[in-house]
């Protein structure tokens, strides 16, 4: 019972902690990358604190739930964007033995419910009683719709490799030359998870100049703040997810198995920053075209080379 115990505190420390730094990281390495200082007086070295800070501003904002609002709903749909990523950690190993529940379905279940933390967006745009809400919970319903198949079918190839659904059994049987192997379905669950975050280029259901904020244009105080550390919080587990099913969690020489996932975690979470950066907002079309057109097709080539590849060896 206390290594449980033990095992839940360590996934919140993380939950918690993690999305701060790569929050903060972001405020970093944007201004470097746009050649200006970014936060520099929050905690005096280097605005360390401006996460801290950013946090006791939304403390002290006022609540405000419109009168013309679904107050039930409105109130829940940001716990539904954020918990389900806390469940998520939960069956994700980070070391050889080391995941608080270890699950033989665990992609299943991984893939389930990550699905259900996008239905906070949906459920804050029907509820908000804003034209642009509704409008960001549609474009937000659209792309589940079409980033979902592609992100599956690339899990699915690596689930068919290693032969089974267990988020350990996967990294257990991985080898070195599955990079090569599975880097186009990597790639495509990479981008996929991305859109599924509405992360830059890929964030259509907020498009500030078109929509305001979509679905979070009627938030304020915690309840907006929860709404952002949700999307930090999915950067976190969405490098979590790859680094164990495509580069191979733990494995790595020299270092400890946990230190090797924090790094590959880390430097996914560099590219997902730095992606934000690189690329401009798609439009509608063209987010459902590569989606379609490009991610669908690329993942069914990924499993039909797993399966010559399987029956090869």
Same mark, same amino acid.
């Given at each position: 019972m206390l290594e449980v115990v033990l095992s839940f505190v360590v996934i919140l420390v993380v939950f918690l902690v993690l999305p701060l730094i790569v929050g903060?990281? /972001?405020? !970093?390495?944007?201004?470097?990358? =746009?050649?200006?200082? #970014?936060?520099?007086?929050? #905690?005096?070295?280097? *605005?360390? +604190?401006?996460?801290?800070?950013? *946090?006791? !501003?939304? +403390? =002290?904002k006022e609540d405000i739930i419109p009168a013309a609002a679904d107050r039930r709903i409105f109130m829940i749909a940001p716990g539904v964007a954020l918990v389900p990523y806390l469940l998520v950690l939960i069956v994700i190993p980070?070391?050889? #033995?080391?995941a608080a529940v270890d699950?033989?379905? *665990?992609?299943?279940?991984?893939? +389930?419910?990550? @699905?259900? @933390?996008?239905? @906070?967006?949906?459920? +804050? #745009?029907w509820a908000s009683a804003n034209k642009y809400s509704v409008l960001g919970g549609m474009r937000s319903a659209a792309q589940l719709m079409s980033y979902e198949l592609p992100l599956v079918l690339a899990a699915s190839s690596v689930a068919m490799a290693a *032969?089974?659904?267990?988020?350990?059994g996967i990294v257990e049987v991985w080898q070195w030359w599955w990079l090569p192997w599975q880097a186009i379905g990597g790639i495509v669950f990479f981008v996929a998870g991305l859109a599924e975050l509405r992360r830059p280029p890929f964030d259509m259901p907020i498009a500030e100049s078109e929509i305001i904020m979509g679905p979070m244009t009627e938030y304020t105080g915690m309840r907006f703040a929860l709404f952002m550390l949700s999307e930090y919080v999915g950067i976190v587990v969405l490098s979590f997810l790859t680094t164990v099913l495509f580069l191979g969690g733990w494995h790595g020489p020299f270092l400890p198995g946990w230190l090797w996932t924090l790094l590959k975690v880390f430097f996914l979470s560099f590219?997902?920053?730095?992606?934000?950066?690189?690329?401009?907002?798609?439009? /509608?079309?063209?987010? =459902? !075209?590569?989606?379609?057109?490009?991610?669908?097709?690329?993942a069914l080539v990924q499993l039909a080379l797993t399966g010559l590849i399987k029956v090869l060896i």
């Open positions: 903060q990281t /972001e405020h !970093k390495v944007m201004a470097h990358m =746009q050649s200006r200082l #970014g936060p520099m007086y929050a #905690g005096r070295f280097h *605005g360390w +604190a401006q996460l801290i800070a950013d *946090g006791v !501003k939304f +403390a =002290q980070i070391d050889r #033995g080391r699950l033989d379905l *665990g992609l299943f279940f991984v893939l +389930a419910v990550m @699905g259900v @933390g996008v239905l @906070g967006s949906i459920m +804050a #745009g *032969g089974t659904l267990s988020l350990s590219v997902v920053i730095w992606l934000r950066v690189t690329y401009p907002r798609l439009r /509608e079309d063209q987010l =459902q !075209k590569l989606a379609w057109a490009v991610l669908v097709p690329l």
